[in-house]
């Protein structure tokens, strides 16, 4: 069992950053995939960003709110632990976001991950 822990979270202005941590612990993170997802109020869970187990290959969603070239999602596999980097923040940014691990999987489709943790809230004003 992997549990996740994210923490980071918080209320912004639009324009401002944070970094979003997700701390793994049960096991070491170090074979599996990561990603990070968000759910806004009304909304369905949305991908946001994923990492394969090396580090060496990262996906970042492709829809018209795109985090493309303003989030960088980042793991450190010593520390057992995954990062958000989350510049130039919106208010449609605003989402709990929440950080999931799957051995085998490192797409955009959330119900193929096995853990997910329970997520920060992550609230941008205009």
């Known amino acids: 069992q992997v549990q996740l822990v994210e923490s980071g979270g918080g209320l912004v202005q639009a324009g401002d950053s944070l970094r979003l941590s997700c701390a793994a612990s049960?096991?070491?993170?170090?074979?599996?995939?990561m990603g990070w997802f968000r759910q806004a109020p009304g909304k369905e869970r949305e991908f946001v960003a994923s990492?394969?187990?090396?580090?060496?290959?990262?996906?970042?969603?492709d829809s018209a709110a795109s985090v493309k070239g303003r989030f960088t999602i980042v793991r450190d596999n010593a520390k057992n632990t995954v990062y958000l980097q989350m510049n130039s923040l919106k208010p449609e940014d605003t989402a709990v976001y929440y950080c999931?691990?799957?051995?085998?999987?490192?797409?955009?489709?959330?119900?193929?991950?096995?853990?997910w943790g329970q997520g920060t809230q992550v609230t941008v004003s205009s």
């Open positions: 049960g096991r070491t993170l170090n074979r599996y995939h």
């Open positions: 999931a691990a799957d051995l085998f999987y490192s797409g955009s489709q959330s119900d193929e991950y096995d853990y």
């Open positions: 990492v394969r187990w090396s580090g060496g290959n990262t996906y970042y969603a």
